[in-house]
């Protein structure tokens, strides 16, 4: 029984000794090495998602349906599955540079701000949905709370964003719990609620964020599917990828 005990004991003094550790370990990360964390998280070095979207504008809502690809911070491609009607038309990011594609009238290229933009009136735009809101376009500090982070993005001078900063609150294990997004006079734009962790693969990933305007408009993001560090060819990201697409019966 004494054995058993000072087993006991010294097992709870090394569980400590490893807890503390790994604490002071996390408490010690600089805002950019947080930052990094949170990327590797949510985005990983390549990304292949559907998601399924309800817009709510008034009293109206609409339903899309999306496949997304993305490839490091600089390539993304999002084709739209549902409605029917707007099936294989969608975007293709390459760095500053955005396209939009319909079946019925082809390529339009856009102006690259339109990168941040909602893409259905209100939600996310194509950066949020690339995952790439969290790029290097921000200079990142942090504070450490109960839960985890608190990080504040601030875009640098010449970037081509819509925001003025963004507010991430994070978890332990650098998970995003909510987003809020604010112009350049420091009124909130929108909130974004990351809920319900799924697994995918190893990797934990919020599949529900519902995102809030200034305007009263609501948009619910249900990830579907999510797989990412996949064997993509940057060759994949161009316009006539959406040319296959339209050709297939």
Not at 84 to 89: C, G, I, L, R
């Amino acid at each position: 029984m004494k054995h058993t005990l000072l087993i006991l004991a010294v097992l709870t003094v090394v569980i400590g000794a490893c807890s503390a550790v790994a604490q002071v370990q996390t408490d010690s990360l600089t805002a950019h090495e947080v930052l990094d964390r949170v990327n590797t998280a949510w985005q990983g070095d390549s990304f292949h998602g559907i998601v399924s979207l309800d817009v709510v504008l008034g009293e109206q809502t609409k339903s899309h349906r999306l496949e997304i690809w993305t490839l490091g911070e600089e390539l993304a491609l999002v084709r739209v599955l549902a409605p029917e009607v707007d099936a294989d038309s969608g975007y293709l990011q390459l760095g500053n540079q955005l396209w939009y594609y319909a079946p019925s009238i082809g390529a339009i290229e856009l102006p690259a701000v339109a990168i941040g933009d909602a893409l259905f009136g209100a939600g996310p735009s194509l950066e949020d949905l690339s995952h790439g809101t969290l790029s290097d376009d921000y200079d990142v500090s942090s504070v450490l709370t109960e839960q985890g982070y608190a990080l504040t993005l601030i875009p640098r001078a010449d970037t081509p964003v819509v925001y003025g900063r963004l507010e991430i609150s994070v978890t332990r294990d650098f998970l995003i719990e909510s987003l809020v997004y604010y112009d350049q006079r420091g009124d909130v734009l929108q909130t974004a609620t990351f809920a319900d962790v799924t697994e995918f693969d190893g990797r934990k990933l919020a599949t529900t964020i519902t995102i809030e305007d200034a305007f009263g408009d609501r948009t619910v993001e249900h990830i579907e599917l999510a797989q990412f560090d996949l064997e993509l060819d940057a060759s994949f990201f161009q316009l006539e990828t959406f040319e296959t697409w339209r050709s297939e019966p």
